[in-house]
């Protein structure tokens, strides 16, 4: 069964300060790897999508990291703001023919405190 | 509109009835999905659409629940006879073609209370 496991389930830092946040996948065949941010009571942002031959990719303060060989991604905050307190999710998409099979972790929820 | 858009924002439904829940997409959007967040959990995949076309509902959980998208731009998600377990947060999203690699664009979801 694919799954997408996501740590720490929630995070408490200090505004300024650098954060990362880890997810773990078991899914195959592996198709490309999305990090979300989800603002409460908001639908998902995306951040970035990776896919198998990228090991990093940017977004202004937000870096996420790919290792398709151990299947394990991680999304860095640097600087942080009070902005930045959401929730982070990872999706990992399965490549099926024509379908489109995602599978979501269930997010690590971070609080940045001023 | 800017974005994807779904009505009702909140929805609060009796046990056993039925509830239809709205999705406008981004214009021009060719694919659009259906996802169930229940509270503190990541969104779970339930349908999606290619135009008209399903090409997807193995996430739907039972018969009771039923999408479509007769013209290939907004699209309704219905629930019959609906049931506490049905509580959750119904996130639709679209992109502007089909594929794996494209960006969704999430709207900003329906909170559907079942008592």
């Known amino acids: 069964k694919n799954q997408v496991e996501q740590s720490p389930q929630s995070l408490i830092i200090l505004e300024g300060k650098n954060c990362t946040l880890q997810?773990?996948?078991?899914?195959?065949?592996?198709?490309?790897l999305r990090w979300y941010k989800q603002d409460t009571g908001r639908g998902p942002v995306s951040l970035t999508i990776m896919t198998f031959s990228e090991n990093t990719k940017s977004n202004g303060r937000y870096t996420a990291t790919l290792d398709a060989d151990t299947k394990q991604s991680s999304l860095h905050i640097t600087a942080s703001q009070l902005s930045d307190s959401a929730s982070y999710i990872c999706?990992?998409?399965?490549?099926?023919?024509?379908?489109?099979?995602?599978?979501f972790g269930r997010g690590t929820s971070l609080i940045v405190h001023p | 509109g800017a974005g994807v858009s779904q009505s009702p924002r909140y929805k609060v439904a009796k046990r056993g009835q039925d509830v239809a829940l709205r999705c406008d997409p981004i214009s021009g959007h060719v694919s659009l999905f259906w996802y169930q967040q229940a509270l503190g959990q990541g969104p779970e995949f339930l349908t999606y659409f290619q135009n008209e076309a399903q090409l997807d509902k193995s996430g739907l959980p039972s018969d009771r629940f039923f999408a479509e998208r007769p013209e290939g731009s907004v699209s309704t998600l219905k629930i019959q006879r609906t049931q506490q377990e049905d509580s959750a947060v119904y996130l639709c999203?679209?992109?502007?073609?089909?594929?794996?690699?494209?960006?969704?664009?999430f709207g900003p979801g329906t909170r559907l209370t079942v008592l």
């Open positions: 999706v990992v998409i399965a490549a099926s023919g024509g379908s489109y099979i995602p599978t």
């Open positions: 999203a679209s992109s502007i073609t089909s594929g794996n690699y494209n960006e969704q664009f």
């Open positions: 997810c773990n996948y078991t899914v195959s065949p592996f198709s490309n």
